[in-house]
């Protein structure tokens, strides 16, 4: 059974940072693609950044460029979220995604999902 748990977001200020992580279990984390997506109440959930099996390439929305950085530790089958500079439009619930493949493409959809995290930014 897989399993993604995300680890615990925060009240945070604008300008200040904040790290996610999600610990994966039940898949080989190397193998597949992961992501991070956000959703606000009353919204889809949308893409924020995704990474490759091996770290190689990162993708991200035009919005959190140069402010969030996704990253992966393999041998601890952990996905990061590194966001700088948050802004109160990136208050949202962040989730973590598994993807079925080892690249990513925009086209695909997660196989997996963690639960989700409350990150809210005041101004």
């Known amino acids: 059974q897989v399993q993604l748990v995300e680890s615990s977001g925060g009240l945070v200020q604008a300008g200040d940072s904040l790290r996610l992580s999600c610990a994966a279990s039940?898949?080989?984390?190397?193998?597949?693609?992961m992501g991070w997506f956000r959703q606000v109440p009353g919204k889809e959930r949308k893409f924020v950044a995704a990474?490759?099996?091996?770290?190689?390439?990162?993708y991200y929305v035009a919005s959190v460029k140069g402010r969030f950085t996704i990253s992966r530790d393999n041998t601890k089958n952990t996905v990061y979220l590194q966001m700088n500079s948050l802004k109160p439009e990136d208050t949202a619930v962040y989730y973590c995604?598994?993807?079925?493949?080892?690249?990513?493409?925009?086209?695909?959809?997660?196989?997996?999902w963690g639960q989700g995290t409350q990150v809210t930014v005041s101004s």
């Open positions: 039940g898949l080989t984390f190397s193998n597949y693609a």
């Open positions: 995604a598994a993807y079925g493949t080892a690249v990513y493409t925009a086209t695909l959809s997660p196989y997996h």
């Open positions: 990474i490759t099996y091996n770290g190689a390439n990162t």
